[in-house]
C-alpha cells in the first residue's frame, strides 16, 4: 500500500524535492518497499510553475487547505517558510492526524516543542531534518547516531551564506559590502541578507541542535548573537600573524555552571579542521563525554541537498506509517525537553582579541593598557601592520584570559577615547579545538 504525499511550497527547495521523489522514485520504493505517491502540489502560481512531469492524477491546487482536507495524503510537506501561514499550516495537519515533514528551521526554533506535543497526542510524526545544515543528517547523528553519548561542547559553521563571505574577504582581501554584492550575484545572498550577515539564520539552527544536543527548551531570543558586518580585510590580515582565522561560530559548550551558547565571529586556530570549511559549505563538529570527537560536513543548503534530506525524512516516517512505531524517537532526541534559561555569555572566560581604529596619537598603548589593568584584563601582544593612513590606523590588543563582562566594561570605557575612528571591535579566540 503506498503512502500518499502532498507538498505545499515549490521554491527552491520544493522543486528540488519533487525532483528527487520523480525521478528517484524506483530507488525509494525498492528501499521502502512500498511507493510514495506523490498527490498534490500547492503553490500560490502553482499554474505558472515549471515543473517536473507529474503522473497525470496529480492535484495542482494553489490553496494549502486543499492538502490537509485531501483524505488520501498521510504525510504533508511545508516548505514555504516563515512563521505565519506555514504554522498554520503545520498544526492544522497534525490535528488532522497527518505526519509533517518541514525544512522551517525559524518556525521550528520558535514552536518545534509546541508541534512536537500536538503530534504526539494526535499519534503523528514531525520530522524536521533538512531544517538545519541541508544535506548533512545532523539531526538523526544526535538523535540516533551518537544518543548513547553525554554531548558536552557542539561546535557549527551553520550558515553558507556568511561562510561564503568570510572566505570570500580572507582570500580576496576585499571589503564586505562588495562580497555581499557577489554572494547576491551567486544566489547565495538575499537581496536583503540580514537573516544571514547578522547571524539570526544559524541562531535558529543553534536552538534546534542544541535542544537535540542537550535536551533544553530554547528560544532564540535565549543565545548571545554578532553579526559579521564589522568583519574587515585586515582582520584576517591579524588573525593569520596569530595563527588563526574568523568564522561565525555557533557554539553550544556545557559548563559546570550552565549551558554557553552564542552565535559570533570569532576567532579559531587554523590547525581547526572548521577552519577548513570555506565557500557556502556548513559543518558541525561535537565532541561526548564518551565518543570525543565527531565532525560532519556537507552543503548546508542547495535544491537537491536540502531536498535529500526532506525525502529522507519522508521515507523514515512513511515507514512508521506503514509498519507502526509505538516507540517513536521525538524529533527533539528526549522524550521531554526542560525549561531552562543558559548562562549570560558575560560569564565566559576566554582569550580576545580586541581590534582597534585610531588617528594615531602618542600615548595611545599606555591609555589603553591603563583601562585594561583597570578591569583585571592582561595584555598578551600587541600587532600592528605598516600602514600610510596615520587617521586610519588600524591595530590588534590580544588579551589573556578574561571574563566577557570585563572585556564589555573596558571597551566601553576605551569607548569615551579622543583617539578612536570607530568603536573597538572584539571577538574571542577559541581554544576547544
Known amino acids: 500500500m503506498a503512502v500518499g504525499v502532498g507538498i505545499i511550497g515549490l521554491g527552491n527547495v520544493g522543486s528540488g524535492t519533487l525532483q528527487i521523489l520523480i525521478e528517484n522514485a524506483k530507488s525509494i520504493q525498492e528501499k521502502l518497499g512500498f511507493p510514495l505517491e506523490l498527490k498534490t502540489v500547492c503553490s500560490r502560481n502553482v499554474q505558472q510553475k515549471k515543473l517536473p512531469v507529474m503522473d497525470g492524477s496529480v492535484v495542482r491546487t494553489s490553496d494549502w487547505r486543499d492538502v490537509i482536507s485531501n483524505p488520501e495524503i498521510d504525510i504533508v510537506v511545508e516548505l514555504i517558510g516563515g512563521t505565519g501561514t506555514a504554522a498554520h499550516i503545520i498544526e ?22 509546541e508541534f512536537w506535543n500536538i503530534a504526539n497526542q494526535n499519534g503523528v510524526n514531525i520530522a524536521m531534518e533538512a531544517s538545519v545544515a541541508g544535506g548533512i543528517p545532523i539531526h538523526t547523528v544526535l538523535r540516533e547516531g551518537i544518543a548513547g553519548d553525554r554531548i558536552l561542547e557542539l561546535y557549527g559553521v551553520l550558515n553558507g551564506t556568511s561562510n561564503f563571505i568570510l572566505t570570500e574577504i580572507e582570500k580576496s582581501g576585499a571589503a564586505f559590502e562588495s562580497v555581499v554584492a557577489e554572494a547576491q550575484q551567486l544566489g547565495y545572498a538575499e537581496a536583503d541578507p540580514s537573516a544571514d550577515v547578522d547571524g539570526l539564520d ?16 530554547l528560544t532564540p531570543a535565549d543565545i548571545y548573537t554578532e553579526g559579521i558586518r564589522r568583519v574587515m580585510p585586515v582582520d584576517f590580515q591579524y588573525a593569520h600573524q596569530l595563527k588563526h582565522t574568523i568564522r561565525l561560530l555557533c557554539l553550544a559548550r556545557e559548563t559546570g555552571q550552565g549551558l554557553l551558547l552564542s552565535v559570533r565571529p570569532s576567532l579559531i586556530p587554523q590547525s ?3 577552519a577548513h570549511v570555506k565557500g557556502a559549505y556548513n559543518a558541525i563538529w561535537i565532541r561526548g563525554a564518551y565518543g570525543e570527537d565527531t565532525f560532519y560536513y556537507g552543503r548546508g543548503a542547495g535544491s537537491k541537498p536540502t531536498g535529500v534530506a526532506i525525502v529522507s525524512d519522508l521515507m523514515r516516517v512513511a515507514r512508521e506509517i506503514r509498519f507502526g512505531s509505538p516507540e517513536r524517537v521525538s524529533p527533539f532526541a528526549h522524550e521531554r525537553l526542560g525549561e531552562y ?19 594615531d596619537k602618542a600615548g595611545i598603548i599606555a591609555t589603553l593598557a591603563t583601562i585594561l589593568a583597570k578591569h583585571d584584563i592582561g595584555i598578551d601582544a600587541v600587532l600592528q601592520l605598516p600602514r600610510e593612513d596615520w587617521r586610519d590606523l588600524p591595530f590588534v590588543v590580544t588579551t589573556e584570559p578574561a571574563k566577557e563582562q570585563s572585556i564589555r566594561d573596558a571597551i566601553l570605557d576605551i569607548g569615551a577615547a579622543d583617539f578612536l575612528v570607530e568603536p573597538p571591535f572584539a571577538m574571542p579566540m577559541e581554544r576547544g579545538f
Open 92 to 113: 492544522a495537519a497534525l490535528r488532522q492526524r497527518k505526519s509533517v515533514v518541514t525544512a522551517n528551521k525559524e518556525l521550528m526554533a520558535l514552536r518545534g516543542a
Open 202 to 217: 544559524a541562531r535558529s539552527k543553534l536552538v534546534i541542535l542544541a535542544a537535540l544536543a542537550f535536551g533544553e527548551r
Open 272 to 274: 581547526a579542521i572548521l
Open 341 to 359: 534559561k543558559p548562562l549570560l555569555m558575560a560569564t565566559q572566560e576566554l582569550p580576545y582579541y580586541l581590534r582597534f581604529r585610531v588617528e
